[in-house]
């Protein structure tokens, strides 16, 4: 069974600029989670889509988008790019939101220069 | 503000010895709790989950819960330098709510 893809790999933008990241989960994993990691910050939880629903969002400024499709492969959006947001995402499936069953992508490196 | 807290490291340990990770939190309320291994430049891969107080066994390692003391831990027995990597202890608060709360990681340096 293929695992998470996450398109792009790397990824250079500018400041202001936006960014769309995409998430394919497993085949049958109908929960994905959004994670922003830094080396400051670490890994912290952006949102997570069920069955094309936001069911949990974290700590984020409304800059940080994203939605689900009915294939439940997910988008992210990032709006008006700050250096800050220069980060490691990654994307999570699992098959109904169990925490503890998650299998993560290998993420969207994201440069903001 | 819901806090996981680790020693940043790196915690050095020679082959074949037991190497031992800790994690404290603040939120008591935490139910469920965990430990991810991160290879430098990988995403996240869950190796131990732990719910009750007491320890649980996988192979080589064994996590640690003690809720009283808001502390779990993760003990690798027979440390190989394939496990040199970063470990992330995560937990989740009761209620429903999805929401995970990471620590920083602690970087686990195995040498020959």
């Known amino acids: 069974k293929a695992g998470v893809t996450q398109t792009p790999r790397y990824l250079i933008k500018t400041r202001g600029q936006q960014v769309t990241l995409s998430c394919s989960p497993i085949s049958g994993h109908r929960s994905v989670s959004w994670y922003q990691q830094t080396p400051g910050q670490g890994l912290q939880f952006l949102f997570e889509?069920?069955?094309?629903?936001?069911?949990n969002k974290g700590n984020f400024p409304g800059r940080f988008s994203g939605r689900q499709f009915s294939n439940s492969r997910s988008e992210m959006n990032v709006s008006t790019l700050e250096l800050g947001d220069s980060a490691l995402y990654l994307c999570a499936s699992s098959l109904a939101g169990d925490y503890q069953t998650q299998y993560f992508g290998p993420g969207t490196r994201l440069l903001v220069l | 503000q819901k806090e996981v807290e680790q020693n940043s490291g790196p915690l050095s340990v020679p082959e074949g010895a037991i190497a031992s990770l800790n994690c404290t939190y603040s939120?008591?309320?935490?139910?469920?709790f965990f430990w991810y291994r991160q290879y430098s430049g990988k995403s996240p891969e869950l190796i131990m989950s732990?719910?009750?107080?007491g320890d649980k066994e996988d192979g080589r390692f064994t996590a640690q819960l003690n809720k009283a003391s808001q502390y779990v831990s993760l003990l690798i027995r027979d440390s190989q330098p394939s496990d040199s990597a970063t470990y992330l202890c995560?937990?989740?608060?009761?209620?429903?709510?999805?929401?995970?709360?990471f620590g920083r990681g602690t970087s686990l340096i195995v040498h020959p």
């Open positions: 995560a937990v989740k608060a009761s209620g429903g709510s999805y929401i995970p709360t």
């Open positions: 939120d008591r309320g935490s139910q469920s």
């Open positions: 889509y069920f069955s094309e629903t936001q069911r």
């Open positions: 732990i719910y009750s107080n």
